[in-house]
């Protein structure tokens, strides 16, 4: 099955403010993305009122009140959106994106792996601040693009502080470059690499300190980060592709298909096959 992308164009039609670079879209009531797809752009939504589920990358999240959640392009997506719920969602185009990712503090990969955070009142009533002053901006006939990048700007850095607060891990990325960097190349070449020894050659030190470095900083250990990135993506491949079992051990670089099935049991506790019926 090959997934859809759309482009910020495909959302153009409902804009309620919005320049080529940049929309802005109220949610209001039931919404529902049965099919997950991927966009080419990112974009972000602010729940004030919010019930339903909201799936990234094959794993679901209550949505709340008071929630942010975070959408990079490429990722997949679907959602449920119950009625009663009230969001402001704002979608920005990649290079537009990209003059204000920097202040996203840490890792893209990190908010990816933990793209929705609750935020405390003063929190999101500064973020909403923010997203109205976007709407206005964009709503003016001579809107300005260096203030709509600074809004943005501030967005990036009010939710980089709060997952500071509430994601000790990401503050071990900040601090130490190596472990920034191994998360990086791990998100690089975990279908071909899956050795401690291949990221440590990489990053100059030993399989044995990289381990110790992992454990320290981040309560768990190299292989087990690895691992983890493994098991996301099968995830993702069983519950939103028609390829077969044997397909993504290929896929993931795994020698047969016993060996991945093997795997995938031992880091979820049931068999890809019973997986993929539970979904």
């Given at each position: 099955?090959?997934?859809?992308?759309?482009?910020?164009?495909?959302?153009?039609?409902?804009?309620?403010?919005?320049?080529?670079?940049?929309?802005?879209?109220?949610?209001?009531?039931?919404?529902?993305?049965?099919?997950?797809?991927?966009?080419?752009?990112?974009?972000?939504?602010?729940?004030e009122k919010g019930e339903g589920k909201h799936t990234i990358d094959s794993i679901e999240y209550e949505i709340e009140n008071s929630q942010v959640h975070l959408l990079f392009p490429g990722q997949l997506h679907k959602w449920d959106i119950k009625s009663g719920t009230i969001g402001y969602q704002l979608m920005a185009e990649r290079t537009f994106f990209e003059q204000f990712a920097p202040y996203f503090r840490f890792s893209i990969t990190e908010y990816q792996n933990h793209p929705v955070f609750r935020l405390a009142d003063a929190t999101f009533n500064s973020l909403l601040y923010e997203f109205k002053a976007v709407k206005e901006e964009l709503q003016k006939t001579d809107a300005q693009n260096h203030i709509i990048y600074l809004r943005a700007a501030i967005i990036a850095s009010i939710v980089s502080s709060e997952a500071e607060q509430l994601l000790s891990t990401l503050k071990a990325y900040e601090s130490n470059p190596r472990l920034a960097k191994f998360n990086t190349l791990v998100d690089q070449f975990f279908k071909e690499q899956k050795q401690v020894t291949f990221y440590a050659n990489e990053l100059h030190v030993s399989a044995n300190y990289l381990n110790t470095l992992c454990r320290k900083h981040l309560k768990t250990s190299a292989t087990q980060l690895i691992q983890q990135r493994i098991s996301t993506e099968s995830k993702r491949l069983l519950s939103n592709t028609n390829l077969s079992i044997k397909e993504i051990a290929f896929e993931l670089g795994f020698a047969d298909h016993a060996y991945f099935s093997n795997f995938f049991k031992s880091q979820t506790g049931m068999t890809p096959s019973a997986f993929r019926e539970k979904r």
């Open positions: 099955m090959i997934l859809p992308i759309f482009n910020i164009e495909k959302f153009r039609a409902g804009q309620l403010a919005g320049k080529e670079e940049l929309l802005f879209n109220e949610l209001h009531g039931e919404r529902h993305i049965e099919e997950p797809h991927k966009h080419d752009f990112f974009s972000i939504v602010l729940f």
